[in-house]
C-alpha cells in the first residue's frame, strides 16, 4: 500500500484541522484493506505521528504427520494460500475441513492441530494431522439383486479405508446406470460395521411407455416430454404429472377436445404405462376479427401478440390470457377502460373464427402533471422535465416512464435516496397526475476503497475511476466505471458497495482479477498452407497496469511467421500505443501449377498510436518500416529489378475504422467499415515511392433469425512515385481465394505473365452471403463474389469484373466458423478450372 | 509497506485515535468505544471495559451479518431487524410449556389463576428462549470470523 493511498483513505492532509470523525472513518477506511492489525494516530505539538503494524503474511505452509495423504491433496482443502495475510480463524476453518474430509475418506480418529512460526512480517503455518487408526474394509457383502455390472462400480476394495466419498459415487453411478435403462423405485442402501459393508440393491420395475391413439404429433416429441419426468421414481402424482404435460402439448398444437387416459399395468419387474389418446380434430385458427365500438385498427399489430393468431394452431388454454393482452395492447394505446366484454367461437371444416367484440371507450390524454415537491428543491427543473408529457396519451406504462425520468433526475443530482409516490384521477377522458416527492438529503461521493487486486495496481485503479472525493452522489456514475473497468479485460467481477456516512458516501470497489496470461495453440488445414499450426502466449497487466504483451508463431509448410506485439492501452488518456516486431519467411505459389512464385523473408516493426474518436469509430497512426529479401523469383512475374533482391520499405500508415457489429468473429448485424493509406516516401529512408490507399465496407442484416445477409465492398490502389515505376512483388495486389474471389485459387486472378499471376497496383472486389443457420452450430453460405487485380489505375474496366458464386459450409466455434467453400466461375477463361475448394477458419469478410 | 512500525504498547504523544479491537475486516476505534461507554454506562453503571469490548464486537457480528439482508436503516434498526428474522421468528411458546412452567413454579404464583398469568409467563419463556438463542447464535458467528482485542481502554480511555 502506498503512502498516497494510506493518507487518502485515512483523510488525513497537510494543513488542515484535525477532525477525530474523520480520523476514526479513516482507520475503518484503512481496516478494510484487510492489512493492519492496529493503526494508532498520535500528535506531538504540531506533529502527526501514525503507527501501524501489519498482519503478517504465510510465508510457508508445512504438513506434518501425514502418512496417507499427501501435502498436495492436504494443501486443496485450505481456505488460504502463501502470501495471504494470516488470519487464526482461517486456520480453524482449515483443520475442520481437514478433520471431516479425512473422517469422510475413512479416518474417524483424526485430529489436526496447527501452530504458527512468525517472525515480525511473515509466518509459516504448520499442521500436524494424527491421522489415527482407519476403518478398514474387511468384507464387502451384497444384498438383494447383485449385479456383476452394479458391483463392478464400487471402487472400494477389502482392505482399504471405509471412504464414504466412494460409496456416494457408487450410489450415483447406480441411480444414473438405472435411469439409462429405463428402471424406475429402486433402492441402493449401505451400511458399515465392524468391517463390514452391507449393500442392499434392490431394482426396481423396468418402464415400458406405450401410446394408442397417435396420429398427428410425432410419437418422438412425446416421448421427449415423457423422459423429463421418468426419472428415479413413478408414482399417481407423477403420472398425473405427466398427463398433464401431455394435455398442454397437444393443447398447443390445436387439440382442444383431446382426452388422455393413463393405464398402469404392474408384472413382476415390468411396468407398462400405456396412454390412451383421443386426440380429436386438430383445429386452426382461420381469422380473428376485432369488432371495436367506434374506432378502427390494424389487425396485424394485434396478431404478433396473442397466441391465438391467424394460421396457429387453437389454443384454448391461451384463449383467456389472449383476452387479457388485447385488453393490456388497448390500454398501452391510451384506452383506459378497454375491455373485451364478448369472445365467440366459429368452427367450421376443423377451421377456428374468433371474434372478439371490444368496448374500446375514449382514448384518455394527460391533462396536467402536478408536482409536489419536498423543499421545492429542483422544481424548476422537474417541471421542465415533465412538460413534454402533457397531452400524450396516458397509460400505466407512461406513468411510470415519467416516475422513473423523475427519480433518475434525483439521483443523477446525488439525492440517492429519492422518494417519488405517483397518484393519478380520470375526469372527463383526461388523466391528472400528480407526484409527491422527497428529494432527501444531497449526498456527495467521499473516498474510493479498493480492494481485491493482487495484481493489478491500485493506483491503475484510481486513475481508472470518474467519481470525485465531494462532488454529489451519481451510481449512473459508477456504473460507468464499472463498465470502463470491465473493459480492461483484468477482471471477472467488480462489486461496487456504498458505505454511507452521514451525507457522504464511501465507495468500495471489490474485484476478482482474471487470469492476465494465456497460452494458446492450435492447429488447422488450409488449401492453400495445408497443415498449418500457431502458438500465442500472452500477458495483458505487464507491471499491474494493464500493458498488454502478445507473441504469437505461425507454422506451416510455406510459411513461418512470429511476431512480438506490446500494447499500451493507457498511453495518455485514452490513446493508446501499440508497437510490434515481425517476422516473415514465406514461399509464395501458384496453386494451380504448383509454381513458386517467389520466396521472401521480411523483418518488420512498426509503432504507433490508436485513438477512439467515437463509440465505435476509431483512428490509429502508424510507422512501419520493414526489410525484405526476395528470392527465386518466377522470371514470368519479375515487372521490376526491385522484384529481386533485398528492399527496404518505410512509411507512415493512417487508418479510420468504424465496427458496430455485435460480435466480430460471427456478426448478424452491424457494420465494418475502414479506410487506411500508407505514404512511403524516401524522406522516411526508403527505398520506394508510393502511397497505398485501400478501403472495406462490410454491412451484416439478419433478415430472420437463424438468417443473416453480408455484403462487401473491398478495393484498393498503389499510387507510384518519384522514381519508383512499379511495386515489388511482395507489395502488390493479388485476389483469389477462400477470402476475396472464391472460384480462383489463392492469388491467381489478376495479369498474368505465361500463365503466372503477377500482381497488380489496383483491385476492387465485392462479395455477397446468405448464411442460413442449420441448427447444432452448423451454417450453410451461398455467396456471389466479384472482382478483379490490374496494373494500373487506368487499366480499370468494370466489365472485366471476374464471378464467382458457390456453397459453404460453416461449424460454428468460440473463434469463428470452421468452413469449407465451393466456388464456381460464372465468367470461366478458356483454359481456366471450373471451379474451387476452400478449408479454412472465420467468415471470408 | 511504508509504514511497517510496530507500535510500542506506550505512546509517546496524545492519541487522537487507534484501534481497540477488529472482527475481520471492520475496525473499532477508540473514539467508537468511548462514545459507546458513555451510552451503555447510563444503563449499565458497573460494566466493566472488558464486557463494553465484547458487547460491542458482538453488535459488530450481529451488524455485519444484518447488513447482508437489510440494506436501509441505522445500525440499531438494521440489528433489530435481522434478530427478529433470524431468532424470534423462530421462537414458538406453545401452551404446553406455559402450563407446564406455571405447574413447576405454582408456589411463586400463590392464588393467581392460571388465564391471569398466562401472557406473563409466556413473554417470560419468550425472553428466556430468546437470551439463549442469541448466545448461541453470537457464538456460532464468533467462531466464523478473526476477532482480535488489541488495546483494552481503561479510565479516560
Known amino acids: 500500500m502506498s503512502q498516497e493511498e494510506f493518507l487518502y483513505l485515512l483523510d488525513l492532509t497537510n494543513k488542515r484541522e484535525i477532525s477525530k470523525e474523520a480520523i476514526s472513518e479513516g482507520i475503518k477506511r484503512l481496516f478494510l484493506k484487510d492489512i493492519f492489525e492496529d493503526i494508532i494516530i498520535e500528535k506531538n505539538n504540531k506533529k502527526i505521528t501514525i503507527r501501524v503494524k501489519e498482519k503478517p503474511t504465510i510465508k510457508s505452509i508445512k504438513f506434518e504427520g501425514n502418512e496417507n495423504f499427501d501435502d498436495k491433496f492436504l494443501r486443496k482443502l485450505l481456505n488460504f494460500k502463501i502470501g495471504d495475510r494470516l488470519k487464526i480463524v482461517e486456520l480453524k476453518k482449515s483443520s475442520n475441513h481437514i478433520r471431516e474430509t479425512l473422517k469422510k475418506k475413512g479416518y474417524p480418529e483424526s485430529q489436526i492441530t496447527f501452530n504458527t512460526d512468525c517472525s515480525q512480517e511473515s509466518c509459516i503455518v504448520t499442521f500436524t494431522i494424527r491421522e489415527g487408526i482407519p476403518l478398514t474394509v474387511r468384507e464387502i457383502i451384497w444384498e438383494g439383486d447383485v449385479d456383476e455390472f452394479l458391483q463392478g462400480l464400487l471402487s472400494l476394495s477389502v482392505g482399504a479405508p471405509f471412504d464414504e466419498t466412494k460409496m456416494e459415487d457408487f450410489v450415483k453411478k447406480c441411480k444414473n446406470y438405472f435411469e439409462k435403462q429405463g428402471i424406475v423405485n429402486s433402492t441402493i442402501a449401505y451400511s458399515f460395521k465392524e468391517g463390514k459393508i452391507l449393500i442392499n440393491l434392490k431394482k426396481g420395475e423396468k418402464v415400458k411407455v406405450d401410446f394408442i391413439g397417435v396420429e398427428k404429433l410425432k410419437r418422438q416429441d412425446l416421448n421427449n416430454l415423457l423422459n423429463a419426468y421418468l426419472k428415479e421414481r413413478l408414482d399417481e402424482n407423477i403420472i398425473k404429472d405427466i398427463t398433464n404435460s401431455l394435455i398442454s402439448l397437444y393443447y398447443l398444437n390445436g387439440f382442444s377436445e383431446i382426452k388422455i387416459y393413463p393405464i398402469l399395468e404392474k408384472q413382476d419387474k415390468m411396468i407398462n404405462l400405456i396412454f390412451v389418446i383421443n386426440e380429436g380434430k386438430r383445429k386452426i385458427i382461420e381469422d380473428i376479427y376485432l369488432k371495436f365500438d367506434e374506432i378502427k385498427m390494424e389487425k396485424k399489430d394485434i396478431n404478433k401478440i396473442i397466441i391465438n393468431s391467424p394460421n396457429s394452431p387453437f389454443n384454448l388454454e391461451e384463449l383467456e390470457n389472449d383476452k387479457k393482452r388485447i385488453e393490456d395492447f388497448l390500454k398501452a394505446q391510451g384506452y383506459y377502460y378497454a375491455k373485451i366484454y364478448q369472445t365467440e367461437i366459429k368452427e367450421e371444416d376443423e377451421k377456428i373464427k374468433i371474434i372478439f367484440k371490444v368496448s374500446e371507450g375514449k382514448q384518455i390524454k394527460i391533462k396536467t402533471i402536478n408536482l409536489e415537491i419536498a423543499n421545492e428543491v429542483m422544481k424548476d427543473r422537474v417541471w421542465e422535465l415533465t412538460k413534454e408529457f402533457n397531452n400524450k396519451i396516458f397509460t400505466e406504462e407512461i406513468l411510470l416512464e415519467i416516475k422513473r425520468k423523475i427519480i433518475d433526475f434525483y439521483q443523477r443530482q446525488g439525492y440517492a435516496e429519492v422518494n417519488v409516490k405517483s397518484h393519478y384521477e380520470i375526469n372527463n377522458d383526461e388523466a391528472y397526475i400528480f407526484f409527491i416527492i422527497n428529494p432527501g438529503e444531497r449526498k456527495y461521493f467521499k473516498k474510493s476503497i479498493i480492494l481485491g487486486n493482487r495484481k493489478t495496481k491500485t493506483r491503475f485503479i484510481y486513475e481508472r475511476l470518474f467519481q470525485k472525493e465531494n462532488k454529489p452522489f451519481n451510481p449512473y456514475i459508477l456504473e460507468e466505471e464499472r463498465l470502463s473497468l470491465y473493459k480492461t479485460g483484468l477482471f471477472s467481477k467488480i462489486d461496487i458497495i456504498y458505505q454511507k456516512q452521514d451525507n457522504y458516501i464511501d465507495i468500495i470497489y471489490d474485484f476478482e482479477e482474471v487470469p492476465a496470461g494465456a497460452f494458446d495453440f492450435g492447429f488447422g488445414y488450409g488449401d492453400y498452407e495445408k497443415v498449418k499450426g500457431f502458438m500465442e502466449l500472452s500477458y495483458i497487466n505487464l507491471f499491474g497496469i494493464n500493458k498488454q504483451i502478445y507473441s504469437r508463431i505461425e507454422l506451416s509448410k510455406i510459411e513461418k511467421r512470429s511476431s512480438i506485439v506490446y500494447i499500451d492501452p493507457w498511453f495518455w488518456k485514452d490513446l493508446i500505443f501499440k508497437t510490434s516486431l515481425n517476422f516473415e519467411d514465406r514461399r509464395v505459389k501458384n496453386i494451380d501449377t504448383k509454381d513458386i512464385l517467389y520466396e521472401l523473408r521480411r523483418f518488420s516493426a512498426s509503432a504507433g498510436f490508436e485513438k477512439r474518436l467515437l463509440e465505435n469509430f476509431k483512428a490509429e497512426l502508424d510507422y512501419e518500416i520493414s526489410y525484405s529479401k526476395i528470392w527465386d523469383i518466377l522470371p514470368e512475374v519479375i515487372l521490376s529489378d526491385q522484384d529481386i533482391g533485398r528492399i527496404l520499405i518505410s512509411g507512415f500508415k493512417v487508418s479510420l475504422i468504424y465496427d458496430d457489429r455485435d460480435n466480430p468473429f460471427d456478426p448478424k448485424k452491424g457494420w465494418l467499415a475502414g479506410l487506411s493509406s500508407k505514404l512511403s516516401s524516401e524522406i522516411f529512408g526508403s527505398e520506394l515511392n508510393f502511397l497505398k490507399t485501400s478501403f472495406y465496407l462490410n454491412k451484416y442484416t439478419e433478415l430472420y433469425e437463424g438468417l443473416v445477409f453480408a455484403i462487401s465492398l473491398r478495393g484498393g490502389w498503389a499510387w507510384l512515385y518519384g522514381k519508383t515505376d512499379n511495386l515489388p512483388i511482395s507489395e502488390r495486389y493479388f485476389l483469389g481465394g477462400r477470402d476475396t474471389v472464391r472460384g480462383y485459387a489463392q492469388n491467381t486472378l489478376g495479369p498474368k505473365r505465361d500463365d503466372q499471376p503477377t500482381g497488380g497496383n489496383v483491385f476492387l472486389m465485392g462479395n455477397m452471403e446468405l448464411r442460413t443457420s442449420l441448427g447444432r452450430n452448423f451454417f450453410i453460405v451461398n455467396f456471389l463474389d466479384a472482382g478483379n487485380v490490374w496494373n494500373r489505375v487506368g487499366d480499370v474496366n468494370p466489365s472485366k469484373l471476374k464471378f464467382t458464386t458457390g456453397v459453404g459450409l460453416r461449424y460454428k466455434t468460440p473463434v469463428g466458423p470452421i468452413r469449407v467453400d465451393y466456388g464456381y466461375k460464372l465468367n470461366r477463361q478458356k483454359g481456366e478450372s471450373h471451379s474451387e475448394i476452400h478449408f479454412t477458419i472465420g467468415h471470408a469478410f | ?157
Do not use: W
Open chain 2, 1 to 157: 509497506m511504508l509504514f511497517n512500525i510496530i507500535c510500542l504498547p506506550i505512546c509517546s504523544g496524545e492519541i487522537i485515535d487507534r484501534v481497540v479491537a477488529y472482527v475481520d475486516d471492520q475496525a473499532i476505534t477508540i473514539k467508537d468505544f468511548l462514545e459507546f461507554r458513555a451510552k451503555i454506562k447510563e444503563k449499565l453503571p458497573n460494566i466493566s471495559s472488558n464486557e463494553i469490548i465484547e458487547l460491542m464486537i458482538n453488535r459488530k457480528l450481529l451488524l455485519k451479518e444484518s447488513k447482508k439482508i437489510f440494506l436501509e436503516g441505522d445500525e440499531e434498526e438494521a440489528i433489530k431487524n435481522y434478530i427478529d428474522l433470524k431468532i424470534k421468528s423462530k421462537i414458538f411458546i406453545t401452551d404446553d410449556k406455559i402450563r407446564e412452567y406455571y405447574e413447576q413454579n405454582k408456589h411463586q404464583f400463590g392464588e393467581k389463576p392460571f388465564l391471569s398469568i398466562r401472557d406473563e409467563i409466556e413473554t417470560y419463556l419468550f425472553e428466556r428462549e430468546l437470551n439463549k438463542k442469541l448466545i448461541e447464535h453470537i457464538k456460532e458467528l464468533r467462531e466464523l470470523a478473526e476477532i482480535k482485542i488489541i488495546f483494552l481502554p481503561f479510565g479516560d480511555y
